[in-house]
């Protein structure tokens, strides 16, 4: 199975900054990679796909980049609502497999 | 508007048996491949298989851990995908959610709780 492995594991950060999520994959996933956020409580919810299309309805300060094994997800200035757990996915190879997230947090 | 809405979770003891439910509106079912994922309290996402659209077959892809227990399948005419559950253990306990898709997953339903318990 591919590994997926997301750094930081938590960040605490302040409305408006700009924050940035790496996520590494154990062998090439080419640019098969997606991100999702989920609230507590809530089901995942697609952010990026692909690498770097951001999916109807997300906002624009979202953003993805990466191919082969690094990846990363950055927020340009966070917003209130977007305090929340943060998932990688790779989609290359079955199983479908998820980094351990990143909780982001206010300071 | 797309929907999903998982059913049929609940209490169940080790070695039986569960059939979950995703009913769907909004979209062309028969389209889609449709994946099933589940979620343990304070876990990540566990990806448990996915079935394709009858156009490429129908065919179904599971991972290890519920190979040979778990199936999957679907109702194009009802719009709805199962997941069948056979031989359950206590590790499968999790909120179970089915979602559109398989490279990437664009819908998910609201899950629906299993909990394997004697």
């Known amino acids: 199975d591919i590994q997926m492995a997301q750094s930081p594991s938590s960040l605490s950060a302040s409305v408006g900054d700009r924050v940035t999520i790496t996520c590494r994959a154990s062998?090439?996933?080419?640019?098969?990679l997606n991100w999702y956020q989920q609230k507590p409580g809530k089901a995942p919810e697609l952010l990026i796909y692909?690498?770097?299309s951001l999916q109807s309805g997300v906002p624009s300060r979202f953003s993805g980049s990466g191919s082969g094994t690094d990846f990363t997800v950055t927020i340009s200035s966070l917003q209130p609502e977007d305090f929340a757990t943060y998932y990688c996915q790779q989609s290359h190879s079955s199983p479908h497999t998820f980094g351990q997230g990143t909780k982001l947090e206010i300071k | 508007e797309v929907h999903l809405v998982e059913s049929g979770g609940g209490l169940v003891k080790p070695g039986r048996s569960l059939r979950l439910s995703c009913t769907t509106s909004?979209?062309?079912?028969?389209?889609?491949?449709m994946t099933w994922f589940r979620q343990a309290p304070g876990e990540r996402p566990d990806w448990v298989g996915f079935?394709?659209?009858?156009?490429?077959?129908?065919?179904?892809d599971y991972a290890a851990s519920v190979k040979g227990r778990f199936s999957i399948s679907r109702d194009d005419s009802k719009s709805i995908a199962y997941l069948q559950m056979n031989s359950l253990r206590t590790e499968d306990t999790a909120i179970y959610y089915c979602?559109?898709?398989?490279?990437?997953?664009?819908?998910w339903g609201q899950g629906t709780l299993v909990t394997v318990s004697s």
């Open positions: 079935i394709r659209s009858n156009t490429y077959g129908g065919t179904t």
């Open positions: 062998q090439n996933v080419d640019i098969h």
């Open positions: 692909a690498a770097s």
């Open positions: 979602a559109r898709g398989t490279t990437h997953v664009d819908f």
């Open positions: 909004g979209f062309t079912f028969g389209d889609y491949p």
